[in-house]
């Protein structure tokens, strides 16, 4: 199966039902759901050893995505929401444990990533428009403003954990995980469908995958949206359990008189990173992957491999504004571009 397009991934049909899968020994029943959860389309496919084990996994990763989606949304009523105006305040409050384990995981890779992936700057994101359901209209943020929230630094070692109690000793921090959420939620599906006995499956949110085992006798196929048109770039075969994730600015911007203003920051300048159609990060850990493919864009096509290195991140793509294509040598080896293949690809390695 190719999944040929962000928001038409995976287009077996709607709703859970079963279809018969045949090609390793006895054939198997698949199961599908479609649903609609952190702003996007959800798509899981899942192949049970048993099927009425398979129904009651569905169920459990739906429950799961819904609490997820409530429990941490930047700009809606939720715990995320509560904790955020905490912090505002300058208080210490008890949280979700779900939002420390967020936290937590989100620390390391923002040290890791030099700063580049920051889930504090919450506040640029809001200021800059990316808070609402729909896409900004209207005058830029003023430059003050911007300045006054970046000179502020907000970072994730700012925050202090007890337990589940967090505090902040910057009062700026606003936390937004929406640059790495989608990967957590990923992992922690395809935890549950195992959980359920499920070895074979594939989850798409919203563009981002994460697969394991095979579809049969054969590999999930999983294709790279190209970002300046419709159709993909490229296709990659999962080997065991693999996320595929994408960060793009065609995904979520502002214009203003020609120019595209992306929904990813750089918490170094407070603007938008420009300079990146996407980035394209393979790896195991699907929070990884989702965090490292913002980092990218942020780190832009003269530093992303250094970052990616930095990160642990081995196979990963930059596609930049003029469709140019960089990517390490693993992901080289790994992607097979569709035709007619790309004018400009350059394999890069960390210095
Ligand atoms: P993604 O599509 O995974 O790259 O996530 C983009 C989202 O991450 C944005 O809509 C913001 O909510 C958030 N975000 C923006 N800039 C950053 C940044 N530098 N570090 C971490 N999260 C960010
Ligand atoms: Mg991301």
């Known amino acids: 199966m190719i999944a040929?397009?962000?928001?038409?991934?995976?287009?077996?049909?709607?709703?859970?039902?079963?279809?018969?899968?045949?090609?390793?020994?006895?054939?198997?029943?698949?199961?599908?759901?479609?649903s609609?959860?952190?702003g996007t389309l959800v798509d899981v496919v899942a192949v049970p050893t048993e099927p009425a084990q398979g129904a009651a996994a569905m169920r459990s990763v739906g429950t799961g995505f819904a609490r997820m989606h409530r429990d941490w949304h930047a700009w809606k009523p939720g715990a995320l929401a509560t904790l955020n105006a905490a912090?505002?305040?300058?208080?210490?409050?008890a949280t979700n444990p779900s939002i420390v384990d967020l936290i937590r995981g989100s620390t390391l890779i923002h040290r890791n990533?030099?700063?580049?992936?920051?889930?504090?700057?919450?506040?640029?994101?809001?200021?800059?428009?990316?808070?609402?359901?729909?896409?900004?209209?209207?005058?830029?943020?003023?430059?003050?403003?911007?300045?006054?929230?970046?000179?502020?630094?907000?970072?994730?070692?700012d925050l202090v954990l007890d337990g589940?109690?967090?505090?902040?000793?910057?009062?700026?921090?606003?936390?937004?995980?929406?640059?790495?959420?989608?990967?957590?939620?990923l992992d922690w599906a395809l935890d549950t469908l195992e959980g359920f006995g499920c070895r074979d499956a594939i989850v798409n949110l919203g563009g981002n995958l994460a697969a394991m085992g095979r579809r049969g006798d054969r590999r999930w196929r999983i294709g790279i949206r190209h970002p300046q048109g419709e159709g993909v770039v490229a296709a990659v075969d999962v080997e065991g359990r693999e996320a595929v994730v994408t960060s793009g600015s065609y995904e979520r911007y502002r214009e203003q008189e020609g120019i595209r203003?992306?929904?990813?920051?750089?918490?170094?300048?407070?603007?938008?990173?420009?300079?990146?159609?996407?980035?394209?990060?393979?790896?195991?850990?699907?929070?990884?992957?989702?965090?490292?493919?913002?980092?990218?864009?942020?780190a832009g096509p003269h530093h992303w491999v250094d970052v990616a290195a930095a990160?642990?991140?081995?196979?990963?793509?930059?596609?930049?504004?003029?469709?140019?294509?960089?990517?390490?040598?693993?992901?080289?080896?790994?992607?097979?571009?569709?035709?007619?293949?790309?004018?400009?690809?350059?394999?890069?390695?960390?210095?």
Request: hydrophobic letters at 45%.
């Open 4 to 34: 040929t397009n962000r928001r038409r991934f995976l287009s077996l049909g709607l709703g859970g039902f079963l279809l018969p899968l045949v090609g390793c020994g006895t054939p198997r029943s698949v199961l599908e759901e479609r």
């Open 36 to 38: 609609y959860v952190f």
């Open 87 to 93: 912090l505002a305040r300058g208080e210490s409050i």
């Open 113 to 157: 990533s030099r700063g580049l992936f920051n889930p504090a700057i919450g506040a640029l994101v809001g200021l800059w428009g990316f808070h609402d359901d729909e896409m900004p209209v209207g005058a830029l943020p003023a430059p003050a403003q911007v300045e006054a929230l970046r000179r502020q630094q907000p970072t994730m070692d």
């Open 164 to 185: 589940v109690k967090v505090a902040s000793r910057n009062r700026s921090v606003q936390l937004d995980f929406g640059g790495y959420a989608k990967g957590v939620a």
């Open 261 to 298: 203003y992306p929904h990813v920051i750089d918490p170094r300048t407070g603007q938008p990173a420009r300079a990146v159609a996407s980035t394209t990060v393979i790896h195991r850990d699907a929070g990884l992957a989702d965090a490292a493919a913002t980092a990218l864009v942020v």
């Open 311 to 351: 990160m642990g991140i081995t196979q990963a793509m930059l596609i930049d504004g003029d469709g140019a294509i960089q990517l390490t040598p693993a992901m080289h080896q790994r992607l097979r571009f569709a035709a007619p293949e790309p004018a400009s690809i350059t394999v890069v390695s960390a210095t």
